[in-house]
């Protein structure tokens, strides 16, 4: 070897030996949604909480990043020194009597999470945005091939685009695969996307995937949202005020222009105040089990104790970020029905937000069709016939129940009319229904119905039944509707 060789092998070795080894990190990413009655604002703020205090404290811990899309989604992601660091982790979240309340806003059923190994640090201090692609390859790819594509995607489509900051991609045991991408604004992410999708190099880097396998979460960071008190917070705080006595939430109420449905109470907001005051010793209480929006209506299902136990209804109806029109209907909490269920259990998970206006037509449609006009041979069109989850007290699950419930009714010479229907909201998979008919032996009554859709078929029902007050008795003028 002459001389000229020796002395470029020695340089390429020097060089080599001066490039920094990748390090082995793994990334962790949790997806999750809040309870329909925990407040945004309030989580955003026990995140910030949670992560000064509790994360980055735990052994390997590197970077937090908490963001949330456009429909209330969350996903939490943090960088962890190694596998067994994140464990640790996450099994102290667990039982950490300091991140109790922030984990108790959290819709257990709809968390999942994931790790993965990744050989890239955080860079991405100045990004507001975050997307992440979560997938598994297709059984015919080819992994060589596939790590090739991925990176020229990295270099020759988004690393090029304005507003990129950072591209980091990683994978696990069990083969699944995860690309997250770090942009300035939400704003230049938009403007990368369609690009990407009608990129020659995309389309065969997105071709290599198992296309059910594919999640794509596109989130704002919370640093860089302002989130104020919704209204749906603020119903929820004026109905915690009967567990309080509290009476800052009156705050909420529009005090010159407050219209009051519950026909046992007077019109305005001082006629709410002083039922607060007419409290017994024990006080009155009330635990919000569901809570919903719908443009300015916010509608709760809750769990009363008001001169006894109670199952309620409530509809709040705002202007300008106040309350200015209430509807209720109560009942008296009774026995488990025939199939177990009680007034108050089932499903809390708001799904299908952009099937919202969707289900509320069909289940408009089924009030018309099945309840206004008794056409029962087409049930089926609305209420799915094998999973049909019933609440009502007296009724059981399926349309078997549904029917047996009839039957009975018309045997015994009771009816269940359903004559107008005022109302229907919704959010996601609920949608509640006000209506006014007869039942029992032809009493005036409301009818208020919760149902939950999956796929447009209903496949799970509560309801409140109450009689309407003579008008005789009624202490305002507006009408139960």
Known sequence: MNFKSILLAV???????????????????????????????????????????????????????????????????????TLTNAKASMDKFMTDASVADYAGMIEGATMKMNRFNIHEGFTAENSDFIE???????????????????????????????????????????????????????????????????????????GMMDQPTIKMFRCSTLGSINTPMSNKDKA??????????????????????????????????????????????????????????????????????????????DVFRFEDGLIVEHWDNMLEVQKPNPSGHTQFDGSTVITDLDQTDANKGKVKEFVDTILLNGEMDKVVNYINPNAYVQHNPAVADGLSGFGDAM????????????????????????????????????????????????????VEHWDVIAPIPQKSEWKNKNGKF
């Open 11 to 81: 340089l390429v070795l020097s060089i080599a030996s001066c490039e920094k080894p990748k390090p082995n990190l793994v990334l962790e990413v949790t997806t999750f949604n809040l309870k329909t009655t925990s407040s945004q604002k309030t989580f955003n703020e026990l995140d910030a909480m949670v992560e000064s205090n509790f994360t980055i404290k735990q052994p390997g811990f590197i970077k937090r990043q908490s963001a949330v899309d456009k429909n209330g989604n969350y996903m939490v992601i943090v960088y962890w020194n």
């Open 407 to 458: 039957t009975y009714f018309a045997e015994n010479g009771l009816v269940m009319e359903y004559e107008t229907l005022h109302k229907v909201l919704g959010q996601g998979n609920f949608v509640l229904t006000l209506s006014e008919g007869k039942f029992g032996k032809a009493q005036h009554t409301a009818y208020y119905d919760l149902f939950r859709l999956e796929d447009g078929l209903i």
């Open 236 to 313: 929820i705080a004026l109905l915690n005020s009967f567990n309080t006595g509290d009476t800052s939430a009156m705050a909420y109420v529009n005090s010159e222009n407050y219209i009051q449905h519950n026909l046992g109470a007077p019109d305005g907001a001082k006629a709410f105040e002083g039922m607060l005051k007419m409290a017994p010793d024990s006080g009155f209480k009330a635990k919000v089990i569901r809570a919903f929006e719908d443009g300015d209506y916010v509608f709760t299902h809750s769990k009363y104790n008001f001169f006894g136990p109670k199952a309620g209804f």
């Open 132 to 206: 992440v692609m979560e997938f598994n390859l297709a059984d015919e790819a080819n992994l060589d091939k596939f790590n090739k594509v991925n990176e020229k995607v990295a270099v020759k489509v988004t690393a090029p685009k304005e507003g990129f900051v950072q591209r980091v991609t990683g994978a696990n045991d069990k083969g699944e695969q995860v690309v997250v991408v770090y942009w300035d604004t939400e704003k230049n992410s938009d403007a990368a996307l369609q690009p990407f999708m009608s990129n020659h190099i995309s389309k065969e880097f997105m």
